[in-house]
């Protein structure tokens, strides 16, 4: 019992000798350089207390690291581009689908069509002029180029050509049917027509009307049955009867080779 | 009680004065001062048992730190700097470990 406290006495009382002031020097250097440390430590990080070989580590991995931040920048500012070029491609596919499908829909009836082309009217006084006639002049029309054609009945001859309001108006395309119809006139695609007739073509004017001019060809056919047959050339005319597309109920698509 | 005014002093002139540590010294400082307080440590203990020499404390510290960064320097030249430091510490740390109850034991008699 008694040696701890003369322990913790000795330790207390100061006794002044050189040994004593030697351990006194090594304690505040203790302190010293342990408040030096910590310092450090807090201060710079834990980089700086960090031994050379960790240090070549650590740039060893953010080397590592940068290389592969590299390489994913790389690969995606190529993939940005990639698809900024595909956008524009895509871009220039869908201008020219649109492109397509408005060509098409002239073909097909389904969007208005204008152009240069001709007008003929032929009137049938004595009403025999029937859906063979006509259609002899859809087939030279067609033959002469026509891209558009529109059959309009009964025209008012009274005005002005330009201006004339048709009757009804049929859009004329491939599937189209001249029909006679029951009280006279012409059935086209269930439309009832009456005479006088009038084909509003868009195509080459001056081919289309040498066509339905030549000898024994469509003016004369009608004269020849006492109508009249008037053809006017027009730097603009405009078809722009419509025909809803009906979608088919057989035929599909077939893939086509090498596409 | 004048070690341990010493010791204050010591703090004190460190948070006064706000030296850096020198490059060189930079991986030997924590490493010495774990040894020193290794021989603190022992040296408390050796007071508490009665047996406490001032030669031989000077001498264990002094000898202490200089092992240990002898040891951590070997280390480096062997390029095993790092675990061998980490093996220097957790030696010395044992040690305090004991010591401190070795104190604890005389002091509380626990």
Do not use: C
Request: glycine share 10%; net charge negative.
């Amino acid at each position: 019992m008694t040696e701890p406290t003369r322990g913790w006495r000795r330790l207390l009382a100061p006794r002044l000798r050189r040994v004593d002031l030697a351990v006194a020097a090594l304690l505040a250097v203790l302190g010293f350089a342990a408040v030096v440390q910590v310092r450090a430590t807090q201060e710079d990080g834990p980089l700086a207390a960090a031994r050379q070989e960790d240090l070549v580590q650590i740039l060893d991995e953010l080397a590592n690291r940068n290389d592969r931040l590299r390489a994913e920048v790389s690969a995606l500012n190529q993939a940005r581009a990639e698809l900024s070029t595909g956008g524009d491609r895509s871009e220039a596919a869908l201008a020219e689908a649109r492109r397509r499908a408005q060509l098409l829909g002239v073909l097909a009836g389904t969007v208005p069509a204008r152009g240069p082309g001709l007008l003929l009217t032929i009137t049938d006084p004595e009403d025999r002029i029937g859906p063979d006639v006509l259609l002899d002049a859809l087939e030279e029309l067609r033959a002469a180029g026509a891209e558009a054609i529109q059959l309009e009945g009964p025209v008012d001859l009274s005005v002005d050509a330009a201006q004339a309001s048709a009757g009804d108006r049929v859009r004329v395309v491939a599937s189209t049917a001249l029909v006679q119809g029951d009280e006279g006139g012409i059935v086209v695609d269930g439309v009832q027509l009456y005479a006088p007739y009038r084909f509003v073509v868009v195509g080459d004017s001056d081919t289309l009307a040498s066509a339905v001019g030549i000898p024994g060809g469509v003016v004369d056919n009608v004269e020849q049955r006492n109508g009249s047959a008037l053809v006017e050339q027009r730097d603009e005319v405009t078809v722009d009867a419509l025909r809803v597309l009906k979608e088919p109920r057989y035929a599909r698509p077939a893939p086509e080779d090498g596409d | 009680m004048i070690p341990a005014l010493a010791l204050v002093v010591g703090v004190v002139l460190g948070l006064v004065l706000e030296p850096t540590v020198p490059g060189a010294l930079q991986p030997y400082l924590p490493i010495a001062v774990v040894a020193a307080l290794d021989a603190v440590f022992g040296a408390i203990r050796a007071q508490l048992e009665g047996i406490f020499d001032d030669r031989v404390f000077v001498v264990s510290f002094v000898s202490n730190v200089l092992v240990a960064g002898l040891v951590v320097f070997l280390g480096d030249q062997l390029g095993v700097g790092g675990q061998l430091s980490t093996g220097v510490v957790v030696v010395l740390g044992i040690r305090i470990f004991s010591n401190a109850a070795a104190i604890r034991r005389r002091v509380f008699h626990a």
